[in-house]
């Protein structure tokens, strides 16, 4: 089916291991985002991706590498996951031919 | 730089009554100004957008929102309040410049009572 799709969507992991969290859209969009989501601060963006192989930090970047070889594909990485790093991700993509993003179910990861 | 706020963070109506549901920008230049709204355990879904024209906008769900200038807000409004419109409602401004980036509010909770 078309659309955005993220994975795993529930994670819980310990502190210091590695963690990917996988964004797909089928759209084609060129645009995707990567925001997380913690009560009180609404969604922050980590991560943002222009095309395939660009890409820009946001507002909270520390902790995460992003990478972007190909258009469908926006994978998230905790290169070593801390417990402030709990928290729901969620993935979003825009096109050229539209103002809105559109968003993933998210995942929600746990760090202990 | 660019920003929204979201003055409440619950709203409590009466199935049947209007809501609002406030938000207010500031922003440089014209602003694009978005409302997504979020279910329990789910994604943003996407529910109007205020781009340019009409300063009524018509979205998904029986919403609407209001673009007022000279206030800067962006209030999301719908007249009949039902007990499946309780969600968590999001405002987004987006960002100046040619990222497409989203700067969005802290939410407002809106429980609907029966």
């Known amino acids: 089916d078309a659309g955005i799709t993220q994975s795993p969507r529930y994670k819980i992991t310990e502190t210091g291991r590695q963690v990917t969290l996988m964004c797909h859209q089928t759209?084609?969009?060129?645009?995707m985002f990567w925001y997380r989501q913690d009560l009180g601060h609404g969604l922050r963006l980590i991560y943002y991706s222009a095309a395939a192989d660009i890409t820009d930090k946001g507002e909270v970047p520390d902790g995460y590498v992003v990478s972007r070889s190909k258009t469908e594909n926006f994978p998230l990485t905790l290169e070593s996951a801390t417990r402030s790093q709990t928290s729901v991700y969620f993935c979003?993509?825009?096109?050229?031919?539209?103002?809105?993003?559109?968003f993933g179910p998210g995942t929600r990861l746990t760090v202990l | 730089a660019q920003s929204v706020a979201q003055p409440e963070d619950q709203v409590n109506v009466a199935e049947g009554n209007p809501l609002t549901v406030k938000c207010t920008y500031s922003v440089s230049g014209n602003p694009y100004l978005f409302w997504y709204v979020q279910y329990p355990n789910r994604g943003l879904q996407f529910l109007l957008k205020?781009?340019?024209?009409?300063?009524l906008v018509k979205g998904s769900y029986g919403f609407e929102a209001e673009f007022n200038k000279s206030q800067t807000s962006f209030h999301l409004k719908k007249p009949s309040a039902l007990v499946s419109d309780s969600a968590l409602y999001f405002c987004?401004?987006?960002?100046?410049?040619?990222?497409?980036?989203?700067?969005f509010g802290t939410g407002t909770l809106l429980a609907v009572q029966p």
């Open positions: 759209w084609s969009h060129s645009y």
């Open positions: 987004a401004v987006r960002d100046s410049g040619a990222t497409n980036k989203l700067i």
């Open positions: 205020y781009i340019t024209g009409d300063n």
């Open positions: 979003a993509s825009t096109g050229q031919a539209t103002d809105t993003q559109y």
